[in-house]
Structure formats: structure tokens, C-alpha cells
């Protein structure tokens, strides 16, 4: 930033010419005339800058350049790469939305990557700090992702992921992870979860290498830097539901993972969940009613849909909704594993 200077010409004396007259004696000086006064005389409040140097003084420096940086291979099918083209980020998306990180914000887009849809639905929903605290937004057009690492003993080291916002499109719509949220009917072009999963393919190589499944605890582990383990639905059943009601009281991130996709109970539209599929659990509840205490378990499915279009008109489902409820034997019947964060 440069500084104005002002410099005060110095001004020759004036010598007053002699008369022969008788000489008054000389007033004296006021105290204004003193140092304090010459003091104030140069002070900048004194001399004040002219309209032309006051305005360029004004004048705000210009936004730093954009930086455009290398972008991960995007997924590839049968060895072949999917026709998705980057895209600038000249929509004017933003990091966040005006709702801030929601659960509700997370879309799972066309790449296998729904452990990982999952588990950043299941952070922000139980702290949406550590999603937040992860993404540095660094004003020229990148954002420095930190994720941790952790080794065998629970340590954990943090690293950090660069990227931009260019993103592989599909249409009008980045073609992976992206935001539900809108503002008065239209997209908020909100870039976290995209930033996020496009950070996550860097780390681990290319969205090819993130495209072909995965594990939610991993995820969570990245984001949160806390342990993540993972408990069978066939084992003692009482003390799953004891760890998945004290996670939800504790604001702990979970999420389940569905068995064979070939197994019959996921043809059944009337289920409404699909096998080698990862879903949030939102929590759990018990409802009394009664004499009776019916356990539920509340999910969301990353497709921001429960079910696939064609199976929500088989059975009526006309809202769609991506949130459900289901009973702790059903639960226990359709998924196989819970992955428990922290």
C-alpha cells in the first residue's frame, strides 16, 4: 500500500527595507506563536490531501488472479473416461449457501461414490464446524482442503489438498457430488460438497480412484480426525442399538452400508433401499405408544431421493423424500453394517 507524503516548500524571508524613523517598541508574541504552534502548523490534519490524491487513496486494490490448477481424472467405465468437460466456476457458485452446511445440502451425482456422499451428510449434520474448519477459501479462485490421516495407534497428521472450482458438468450441473440447496426456487450453486469430493480425489489420486466404492468411516476419519469403527447388524443387538442411541445423543456421525445388491429384498421397490449402497443415519428414537416402545432409525439416502424414479411410481411414493424412518428390525434386515464416527 503506498503512503502519502506531503511536504510543506519553504518560503524565502522577506527582509523589510530600513527607514530612519524612531522604532515602537515590539509587541509581544503571542503563545500561539510558540512551538506548539509550529507543531500544529505541519501536522496532516494542516495539510490536507488534494481531491485528486484523496480519491486515489480511496481506490481499492484489484481482486487477486484467479489461479487455475490441475484437475483429477475424472471416472472411468469399462476403461473408458466419462464425457464430462470441466467447466469454470462462472455461475457464480458460492462455498456456502445462505443456510450455511446442512445434511439436506449433500447430492450424490453420477460417480460410486456414496460412501463418501454419506459421510459428508453425516458430518454436517452432527458438526457442521469440522466441514467448515476443513475448506480455507483463499480468494483467488482455490480452496485448501485439510484432511487427517491417521496410523494404526489413533495419531493423526493433517494434510492439506488444494484445488479450484472447475468441475466435470453434465449439462447445466456438475456432474458428481453437488448441492440441493435453493433460494427462492433456484439452485444456490453452493460448492462445498463438490469442492470437498473434488479435494478427495486429489488426495487419493483421481475420481477414478474414489469412483469405484469405498468406505464412510474412512471419510469421517478424513474430516473429523476421529477414530471411525464399525459394528455388524447380525451380532448382539442390544449393544448396537445401545451405541447408535448414545452416537445420535452424542451429535456422533453414522452411517450403514447395505448387503448384495443382487440379494431379492432389494428388487422389492416397497423396501425403498438398495444393496452395495451407503446411507446417513440420522439417529435413532424410541416411541412409546402405550404399553409399547417401538425402536426406529431415521436415514438419508445421498441421491437426495429415497428411491429411484421409476420404483417411488410403482408404490405411490409421490414426495420422494431422501429422509426415512424405519423400524430397528427392518433396519437390521436391509443393512449390514453401521460405521461409527468418533
Given at each position: ?5 506531503t511536504?510543506?516548500a519553504a ?9 530612519d524613523v524612531a522604532r ?5 508574541k503571542?503563545?500561539?506563536q510558540?512551538?506548539e504552534?509550529a507543531?500544529a502548523?505541519?501536522?496532516?490534519a494542516?495539510t490536507?490531501?488534494k481531491?485528486?490524491?484523496?480519491a ?8 487477486p488472479p484467479q ?6 481424472a475424472v471416472?472411468?467405465?469399462?476403461g473408458?473416461?466419462?464425457p ?15 443456510n450455511?452446511?446442512?445434511?439436506s445440502d449433500?447430492?450424490q451425482?453420477?460417480?460410486g461414490?456414496c ?6 451428510a453425516a ?9 467448515t474448519?476443513?475448506?480455507k477459501?483463499?480468494g483467488d479462485?482455490?480452496?485448501t ?6 496410523d494404526?495407534?489413533?495419531s493423526?497428521?493433517?494434510?492439506s489438498?488444494?484445488?479450484d472450482a472447475?468441475?466435470p458438468?453434465s ?6 457430488a453437488?448441492?440441493?440447496e435453493?433460494v427462492d426456487?433456484k439452485p ?11 479435494a478427495?480425489?486429489?488426495?487419493k489420486?483421481s475420481?477414478d480412484?474414489i469412483?469405484h466404492g469405498?468406505?464412510?468411516g474412512d471419510?469421517?476419519?478424513a ?12 451380532g448382539?443387538?442390544?449393544a448396537?442399538w445401545?451405541?447408535m442411541?448414545?452416537a445420535?445423543e452424542?451429535k456422533?456421525p453414522?452411517?450403514?452400508?447395505s448387503?448384495?445388491k443382487?440379494?431379492?429384498k ?8 438398495y444393496g452395495w449402497h451407503?446411507?446417513?443415519v440420522l ?5 412409546k405408544?402405550?404399553d409399547?416402545t417401538?425402536k426406529l432409525v431415521r ?7 429415497r ?5 417411488a411410481a ?10 426415512f424412518?424405519?423400524?430397528y428390525?427392518?433396519?437390521r434386515?436391509l443393512?449390514d453394517?453401521v460405521?461409527f464416527?468418533?
Amino acid at each position: 500500500m503506498q503512503t502519502l507524503q506531503t511536504k510543506r516548500a519553504a518560503e524565502p524571508q522577506k527582509v523589510a527595507p530600513k527607514v530612519d524613523v524612531a522604532r515602537k517598541p515590539a509587541a509581544p508574541k503571542p503563545a500561539a506563536q510558540g512551538f506548539e504552534a509550529a507543531k500544529a502548523a505541519l501536522s496532516p490534519a494542516a495539510t490536507p490531501l488534494k481531491p485528486a490524491t484523496a480519491a486515489r487513496a480511496a481506490v481499492k486494490a484489484p481482486p487477486p488472479p484467479q489461479r487455475d490448477l490441475p484437475d483429477p481424472a475424472v471416472v472411468k467405465k469399462d476403461g473408458v473416461a466419462d464425457p464430462y468437460a470441466y467447466k469454470k466456476n462462472d455461475r457464480g457458485a458460492v462455498l456456502y449457501g445462505p443456510n450455511g452446511v446442512q445434511v439436506s445440502d449433500v447430492r450424490q451425482g453420477a460417480i460410486g461414490d456414496c460412501y463418501l456422499a454419506a459421510a459428508l451428510a453425516a458430518v454436517a449434520g452432527t458438526s457442521p464446524a469440522a466441514i467448515t474448519n476443513a475448506i480455507k477459501d483463499n480468494g483467488d479462485g482455490t480452496f485448501t482442503v485439510r484432511f487427517y490421516q491417521l496410523d494404526w495407534t489413533g495419531s493423526k497428521k493433517a494434510e492439506s489438498v488444494t484445488v479450484d472450482a472447475d468441475l466435470p458438468f453434465s449439462g447445466d450441473l456438475p456432474a458428481y457430488a453437488k448441492s440441493t440447496e435453493s433460494v427462492d426456487g433456484k439452485p444456490a450453486h453452493e460448492l462445498w460438497p463438490s469442492i470437498l469430493e473434488k479435494a478427495y480425489a486429489q488426495w487419493k489420486g483421481s475420481y477414478d480412484a474414489i469412483g469405484h466404492g469405498g468406505n464412510a468411516g474412512d471419510v469421517m476419519e478424513a474430516l473429523t480426525g476421529e477414530r471411525a469403527r464399525s459394528r455388524s447388524t447380525s451380532g448382539d443387538t442390544d449393544a448396537l442399538w445401545t451405541k447408535m442411541k448414545e452416537a445420535t445423543e452424542k451429535k456422533k456421525p453414522m452411517c450403514a452400508g447395505s448387503g448384495d445388491k443382487d440379494d431379492a429384498k432389494y428388487k422389492d421397490p416397497k423396501a425403498g433401499v438398495y444393496g452395495w449402497h451407503a446411507y446417513t443415519v440420522l439417529g435413532v428414537e424410541e416411541k412409546k405408544t402405550g404399553d409399547k416402545t417401538e425402536k426406529l432409525v431415521r436415514l438419508r439416502n445421498p441421491w437426495s431421493v429415497r428411491r429411484r424414479a421409476a420404483d417411488a411410481a410403482a408404490v405411490g411414493d409421490a414426495e420422494n423424500k431422501a429422509e426415512f424412518t424405519l423400524t430397528y428390525d427392518e433396519f437390521r434386515r436391509l443393512y449390514d453394517d453401521v460405521y461409527f464416527n468418533g
